[in-house]
């Protein structure tokens, strides 16, 4: 019999049953997992982030599929067939797959050729025919003619049979999981263009003639594949090892000899060709049923699991990503200028103060076709003379290195502001300049000034500015808009709630987005608090926001520790000690006979602190010391020091690149075969996962992430395609000049991810240069 549900997560998660055990009903009782992996160890064991989502992930589906094994076994219960050796394999059955297996002979369906036939009575024609294969299946079936039930001849009987059997074989629980083993580890997709759609599906044209055995395809190549599918570009089908010599040779698999997996039908009901009377009726039976039922059924569910995998896989990396980003350093509270770039319809410029609050607004001109470049200047001095502006933030998009050169003049212009400039993403900037939040924020201010305001903050804090922004329109994943929408939903809700936890949250200058991502708030509670912020000035302490509407104890419970006040009546309230603990704080203030401010940040008294001596029945040694850590450093902030790239000046368009060329460049997205480089040139080049490390790596993230500044070597350019391939190992050389890059181009790896055409061109370029040189 199978563990319990604990048991089994227990051995999963690398733990005890009893931390499990613990975490469920703290789970079930409305607790959020960064509350209790930061607050609530001792009842846990010290379960951490990683592990409770797992568990989490594991408890619903281990819970649906007990839910489900008790549906079906009271179904077949009712149905009068529950046998005791069918109930063991039921309550045996240890995943979803293997219980629907089980059911499928009992489960309701649309009367089948099957149940016509043993209702017409040739049931027994069928078991005589299986059991004794010297019966002649012509004579055999004659004595079943029967006009009343509509067998009018042998054939009709045979083929009444026949359809027995096959139903027989399909629903073998045991041999369709062999069978279904058998296809995920031997066979191969093959796939090819549809005539006449090559011109219409280039950018496809590596799987036009393509072959590769299922379980060692990548998830962007599966789904790259899929997409040709679905877009009506590609034939795709599944293929036994014999069936795809016989393709790749131009040849017809041999229909008269059964393949591996109609042989193994054969075996499993004793079926031999022996040349006995019945015996190529039976094998003919096999064929048909692998052909017409069982194939079918295990190649849509085989496809279907690739497409699961491909989608656990790619939503993996976009959350990855998506966790770099919102972690990415903050510029910190600095007056920032936030400029939108654009030619035609003008630079669009933003001023924000220290905490975000709109100051000003501007457009100019400075590019083709009006060439403002000296109004400009001056209208950009002037606002940051005005506002005493300390940082520039220059979206990414079109200009950007134009209007960066604007910037570095600005700088040059106005050395007393000492300002830093600063290229930034500007993915989903235009999302949420038109959402309903950014409306409410800037009802008169014009939507593509609001773009300018985003870029501003993004640069001062881009968690707190992203989490405004759909995770999808970020797009730092890889076919984000192939995968499984509700579960990328889903995962990155969890990636954004465990990043904003992590570093905390100001309760009086957070937006209503990013404080619906606190545990244990609601967006309701969340506007609540904005609300009342509003009316009646900023909180003073944590405990007073038991009075915004809707935040009764537990909301509290789970969302204080991760709310901070700065400069408030208690210096703890902006730190991660949860108000809980405040009681424990004070035993400390009387051992030591000092008072809170002189305790905070004295690193040599608190480390002297045994916290064994601290501990009792509420607090154990864990939380102790993660209340000593916190204090020494309060409020301290999880991400990197903030720091910029240095973008080669002279390089800012593919044309000025140059082969062996040393750039410093930003990781600006992660995938599983290389990581992307904003270099200044409009570009994003590629960097394969054969050339960041001179070392062997399995995985891009295991060297970059998302937001690194990094130094990479230009190793090969097609200005024609816009593509660039770059290395992080500097002291590799460029390729040879005479070497084109199409000669070494594997695109498999590079197909339609999801990046602008420029940056798929890049990772074409560094997948022909670099694979080569693998």
Known sequence: ?????????????????????????????????????????????????????????????????????????????????????????????????????????????????????????????????????????????????????????????????????????????????????????????????????????????????????????P?????????????????????????????????????????VCEMR????????????????????????????????????????????????????????????????????????????????????????????????TATIYPHEPRKAWNESLATLAALAKKHGAELISIGNGTASRETDKLAIELIKLMPELAMQKLVVSEAGASVYSASEFAAKEFPELDVSLRGAVSIARRLQDPLAELVKIEPKAIGVGQYQHDVNQNELARMLDTVIEDCVN????????????????????????????????????????????????????????????????????????????HPEAYPLVEKIIAKVGKNIGQIIGDSKLLKNLNPAELADAQFGVPTIKDILTELEKPGRDPRPEFKTASFLEGIEKISDLKLDMVLEGVVTNVTNFGAFIDIGVHQDGLVHISALSSRFIKDPREVVKTGDVVKVKVVEVDVARKRIALTMRLSDSAAPSSEPMKQSMTARDRKIVERPPEAQGAMAAALAALKAKR
């Open 502 to 577: 992590a570093v905390g949250v100001d309760v009086n200058s957070a937006s209503v987005p990013l404080l619906s991502r606190v545990s244990g708030l609601s967006a309701t509670m969340a506007a609540n608090i904005v609300a009342y912020r509003d009316q009646h000035g900023a909180f003073a302490e944590r405990k007073a926001l038991l009075k915004v509407p809707r935040i009764g104890d537990k909301s509290f419970e789970l969302a204080a520790g991760f709310l901070r006040v700065m400069a408030g009546k208690n210096p703890l309230d902006a730190s991660a000690v």
């Open 265 to 360: 039908i054969a075996e499993r009901f004793g079926i031999k060709n022996q040349d006995r009377p019945a015996d190529k009726w039976l094998i003919d039976t096999v064929r048909q049923c692998w052909r017409t039922k069982i194939f079918l059924s295990l190649e849509s569910e085989l496809l279907s699991q690739l497409r699961e995998q491909a989608d656990i896989e790619a939503i993996k990396v976009f959350a990855s990503n998506m966790k770099d980003l919102l972690l990415a350093a903050p510029a910190g509270p600095k007056v920032t200028i936030g400029l939108d770039p654009g030619l035609r319809t003008g630079v669009k410029v933003a001023v924000v103060d220290r905490t975000g609050k709109l100051l000003d």
């Open 1 to 217: 019999m199978l563990p319990s549900i604990h048991q089994r997560i227990a051995t999963e998660i690398a733990c005890r049953e009893a931390q499990v055990i613990a975490a469920v009903s703290l789970l079930d009782d409305g607790a959020t997992v960064p509350f209790i992996s930061r607050y609530r160890k001792e009842v846990t064991g010290g379960l951490d982030d990683t592990q409770l989502r797992n568990l989490e992930v594991r408890l619903d589906y281990l819970r649906e599929l007990e839910e489900r094994r008790i549906a079906i076994i009271n179904n077949i219960t009712e149905q009068g067939k529950l046998s005791p050796e069918l109930k063991i394999q039921l309550l045996s059955a240890d995943n979803k797959q293997r219980l629907e297996d089980l059911y499928l002979p009992f489960k309701q369906k649309r009367r089948t050729k099957a149940q016509i036939a043993r209702e017409a009575g040739l049931a027994p024609l069928a078991e005589q025919l299986l059991a004794n294969p010297q019966l002649n299946p012509e004579q055999a079936a004659s004595a079943f003619i029967n006009a009343n039930a509509d067998i009018k001849d042998s054939k009709t009987a045979l083929d009444g049979a026949r359809a027995i059997l096959i139903e027989t074989f399909s629903e073998d629980a045991e041999l369709i999981a062999r069978l279904r083993s058998f296809l995920q580890g031997n066979a191969s997709s093959k796939t090819s263009v549809i005539a006449g759609k090559e011109a219409e599906g280039a950018k496809f044209a590596d799987y036009f003639d393509y072959h590769e055995k299922i379980s060692a395809m």
């Open 219 to 259: 998830s962007h190549r599966i789904l790259a594949i899929l997409r040709g599918r679905n877009e009506g570009i590609l034939n795709l089908s599944i293929l036994l090892p014999e069936e795809l010599a016989a393709s790749l040779a131009n040849e017809k698999a041999r229909g008269s000899t059964p393949n």
